[in-house]
């Protein structure tokens, strides 16, 4: 801490202002862009993300209709699953962990409470459900195995129904309501951790145990799909291979026949996305060290101005006992603070900036389906700093290795 040596960096910044001034913001613009870009694309990934709320490793089937002649079937057949499908894929495909089959009302059902009535989509699920597609429970409880075993007729509403029928900040759990003229007893509430449209179709929703939609509203023995989470270290690819091949074999489908099922591999999709947001950041890292790198560039560049202009001072100050190493250090010092403050104010100013957005949509409702928790990763952009410096540093290290190298007797003889 030379007070001296601060001194005289000061006033060689002094004698050019705007050298300086430019030099210091190719560096901070460079950091400020790094870190917007990071936090522009951490908060569309985390908005993207959000409405991803179905477990990252799911495969769902459901049945279509056969596309080829097979066994004297002709094409255009149906294809209709069955409980005993169920049956089968969870006792020969032991790769599957869990088995969540599905039911659900043709079109929107009419629902009444008291005077109020409304169309909601009516689904019949398992409490396995919740392992492939997790809900905020609100109240009450969601359904259990009894719930199935009993064909019991309970239900579990969303939160936007519960507003329609029972009016908001009012409890409906033990109340009863009309689902298409059957009566059932609800007994939770439930809220989507979804975001945006996605979230809101979620909550217009009812859940009724699988068994009783089979037995109350005329589809014994049917599946609509079949949810199904593979064992740890088992590829989702592997488990919707196998239960495909099962299910056409059971229902007497040509193996090659690909139209005849419906299949949606969670697993696959995410793993594409993954790739393309990693593209994103990894080209928005690219554009940002290339400015970083300009930044380091510009520094060299003014280091050597500088020390050309002052051949005659360093020829003097050697001539005086200057060491060659005491030279170096001088050069180097004003190439790393060149870069350390302005560098430092970018990441500040970007990081300050996010900080001030996500309050602001913190203020308009947390979120959006596009967009949600712009942030920085801090670890990163230290990592990006110190990185900066020292390329700054080493930027400087040839101009002070020239100085270093300067007789005194030539550098006073400089104009």
């Given at each position: 801490m030379d007070v001296d040596r601060w001194r005289e960096l000061f006033q060689t910044w002094q004698k050019h202002k705007l050298r300086t001034f430019l030099t210091a913001f190719g560096v901070f613009w460079g950091v400020f862009m790094l870190v917007m870009l990071m936090g522009g694309g951490n908060g569309l990934y985390n908005?993207?993300?959000?409405?991803?709320?179905?477990?990252?490793?799911?495969?769902?089937?459901?049945?279509?209709?056969?596309?080829?002649?097979?066994?004297?079937?002709?094409?255009?057949?149906?294809?209709?699953?069955?409980?005993?499908?169920?049956?089968?894929?969870?006792?020969?495909?032991?790769?599957?962990?869990?088995?969540?089959?599905?039911?659900?009302?043709?079109?929107?059902?009419?629902?009444?409470?008291?005077?109020?009535?409304?169309?909601?989509?009516?689904?019949?699920?398992?409490?396995?459900?919740?392992?492939?597609?997790?809900?905020?429970?609100?109240?009450?409880?969601?359904?259990?195995?009894?719930?199935?075993?009993?064909?019991?007729?309970?239900?579990?509403?969303?939160?936007?129904?519960?507003?329609?029928?029972?009016?908001?900040?009012?409890?409906?759990?033990?109340?009863?309501?009309?689902?298409?003229?059957?009566?059932?007893?609800?007994?939770?509430?439930?809220?989507?951790?979804?975001?945006?449209?996605?979230?809101?179709?979620?909550?217009?929703?009812?859940?009724?145990?699988?068994?009783?939609?089979?037995?109350?509203?005329?589809?014994?023995?049917?599946?609509?799909?079949?949810?199904?989470?593979?064992?740890?270290?088992?590829?989702?690819?592997?488990?919707?291979?196998?239960?495909?091949?099962?299910?056409?074999?059971?229902?007497?489908?040509?193996?090659?026949?690909?139209?005849?099922?419906?299949?949606?591999?969670?697993?696959?999709?995410?793993?594409?996305?993954?790739?393309?947001f990693n593209g994103i950041y990894l080209f928005s890292l690219m554009v940002s060290l290339g400015t970083l790198g300009a930044g380091a560039v510009g520094v060299g560049n003014i280091m050597l101005i500088t020390v050309k202009e002052r051949s005659k001072e360093l020829g003097i100050r050697k001539a005086l006992g200057a060491s060659p190493l005491r030279v170096i250090r001088m050069v180097l010092t004003e190439a790393v603070i060149l870069t350390l403050f302005p560098g430092y104010l970018g990441l500040l100013s970007g990081t300050v900036l996010w900080e001030i957005i996500a309050s602001l949509i913190a203020g308009e409702g947390g979120s959006s389906e596009f967009f949600s928790n712009p942030e920085v990763d801090f670890q990163l952009a230290i990592i990006c700093l110190i990185a900066l410096i020292t390329a700054g540093g080493l930027a400087g290290l040839y101009p002070a290795y020239q100085a270093a190298r300067l007789r005194p007797v030539i550098a006073l003889k400089t104009e």
């Open positions: 908005g993207v993300t959000s409405n991803w709320n179905v477990a990252k490793n799911t495969v769902f089937v459901w049945p279509q209709a056969t596309t080829v002649p097979y066994r004297g079937f002709q094409p255009g057949r149906a294809i209709h699953f069955t409980d005993t499908d169920l049956e089968d894929i969870r006792r020969e495909i032991k790769e599957v962990r869990v088995v969540a089959p599905k039911n659900q009302l043709e079109g929107r059902a009419v629902l009444k409470h008291g005077r109020e009535e409304a169309s909601f989509e009516v689904n019949g699920e398992v409490p396995e459900i919740l392992q492939v597609l997790p809900v905020k429970q609100l109240s009450g409880r969601f359904l259990n195995q009894t719930d199935i075993l009993q064909k019991r007729k309970v239900t579990v509403i969303g939160s936007r129904v519960s507003e329609v029928l029972f009016g908001l900040g009012n409890s409906p759990v033990g109340k009863y309501i009309s689902i298409n003229g059957v009566w059932f007893m609800v007994i939770g509430t439930f809220e989507s951790y979804s975001v945006g449209e996605e979230g809101a179709n979620q909550e217009q929703t009812v859940f009724i145990p699988r068994t009783t939609l089979q037995h109350c509203f005329n589809q014994p023995n049917r599946v609509r799909m079949f949810a199904l989470l593979p064992q740890p270290e088992v590829k989702a690819a592997e488990v919707e291979r196998k239960v495909c091949h099962l299910l056409k074999r059971k229902h007497q489908v040509a193996p090659d026949d690909f139209g005849s099922l419906g299949t949606a591999n969670i697993e696959e999709e995410f793993s594409q996305f993954q790739k393309l």
